[in-house]
């Protein structure tokens, strides 16, 4: 089964540029979508379509995917965007998720 | 405004079935490309994607689950509901129902707009 390796952790001072990084085999040839996950909270659409910013998510978000890694950026971060956050692609007929990225904002 | 909004048990036994439904609001299942679908969280963990129906009867499964899993909707009632059988306790989860208006999923086209709050459900003797 196809797999999308995320790190576990990634920390970042707020107002610098966050980056999130999600690896699987010819990930290039899939499109990417990222979901932000608060504490407690239901998970939440932040990009689609590898770079695609649903309304009402702040521009800071960005996204990109090329060869075997795609990345999700967060420039400016700040404090609320601390959060879990997943990516996801279909792969054989099938919903694939990473194992998540905890983002720590200090 | 679209709303999903999960409900059933929040404890089962081993061995039982689990029913989940999740009713909507804000979007019909007789619109074509409008599919909506589950996915799970155990605590502490990733989410696990179980399983996708669609407006047009169109079903898909978790592979590894296939054989445990059964997907229906009523459109009429704007419900779509997930069974489970043979439930364990690595099956407690929080249970998130999903929706998305793209069309079938495709390696080009396979992202879910909108999320439930997730229902909690405890699998123990």
């Known amino acids: 089964s196809y797999e999308m390796t995320q790190p576990p952790s990634v920390s970042v001072s707020p107002g610098q540029t966050a980056s999130i990084t999600c690896s699987g085999d010819?990930?290039?040839?899939?499109?990417v979508s990222w979901y932000q996950q608060r504490p407690g909270q239901s998970p939440l659409l932040v990009i689609y379509?590898?770079?695609e910013r649903p309304s009402g998510v702040p521009e800071r978000f960005s996204g990109s995917n090329s060869g075997n890694t795609a990345t999700l950026t967060i420039s400016g971060t700040q404090p609320m965007d601390e959060a879990d956050y997943y990516c996801?692609?279909?792969?054989?007929?099938?919903?694939?998720f990473g194992g998540g990225t905890k983002l720590t904002v200090l | 405004q679209i709303t999903l909004k999960e409900s059933g048990p929040t404890l089962v036994k081993p061995t039982q079935t689990l029913t989940l439904t999740c009713t909507f609001s804000g979007f019909s299942l007789r619109t074509p490309g409008v599919g909506v679908g589950w996915i799970r969280q155990p605590p502490g963990k990733a989410l696990e994607w179980l399983a996708l129906?669609?407006?047009?009867?169109?079903?898909r499964y978790r592979p590894s689950l296939n054989n445990r899993l059964t997907i229906t909707k009523d459109t009429p009632k704007n419900q779509v509901v997930l069974k489970m059988t043979n439930m364990d306790p690595v099956d407690t989860a929080t249970y998130f129902c999903?929706?998305?208006?793209?069309?079938?999923?495709?390696?080009?086209?396979?992202?879910?707009?909108?999320w439930g709050q997730g229902t909690l459900v405890t699998v123990s003797s």
């Open positions: 010819k990930l290039g040839n899939k499109f």
């Open positions: 999903v929706h998305r208006q793209d069309g079938h999923c495709t390696p080009t086209s396979c992202f879910f707009e909108d």
């Open positions: 129906i669609y407006w047009d009867d169109d079903t």
């Open positions: 379509k590898d770079f």
């Open positions: 996801q692609a279909w792969d054989s007929s099938t919903v694939v």
